[in-house]
């Protein structure tokens, strides 16, 4: 997937149609798997990962506006911050001693995340 020549406006459409449907079907599952109490932090974590992941993901659309940004390694550069600062607030969430079902929540959103763009690159035949 060719993050310079996507549609953006359909990109961002396809992916909050995503998320909704994601959530709808996460709902019988936790009902299941997670306790009532802690059902609310599951989602808090879930949410936490896909804001920080669409943020990161927002900062590889910048070189669109900022052609030069693409020559100075700034893709290079989002990788890596994407994985410390995943890695960083898993760090967080473990030493503040937040309940397992935050941790969970965000590592499920960060791999629900990732199984999206492995759709988008496949659907859009790049």
Do not use: C, W
């Amino acid at each position: 997937m060719d993050l310079n020549t996507i549609n953006l406006k359909r990109f961002h459409l396809h992916y909050f149609t995503y998320l909704i449907v994601i959530f709808i079907l996460s709902l019988p599952l936790t009902a299941g798997l997670v306790a009532d109490g802690y059902r609310v932090i599951f989602y808090f974590g879930g949410a936490m990962s896909f804001a920080i992941q669409m943020a990161i993901l927002q900062l590889r659309f910048l070189p669109r506006k900022i052609p030069a940004l693409s020559d100075s390694g700034f893709p290079f550069f989002t990788v890596f911050l994407s994985f410390f600062l995943n890695l960083g607030i898993l760090t967080a969430l473990q030493v503040l001693e937040y309940p397992f079902e935050a941790t969970s929540g965000f590592l499920i959103a960060y791999f629900v995340h990732l199984l999206f763009l492995v759709f988008a690159s496949y659907f859009s035949g790049k």
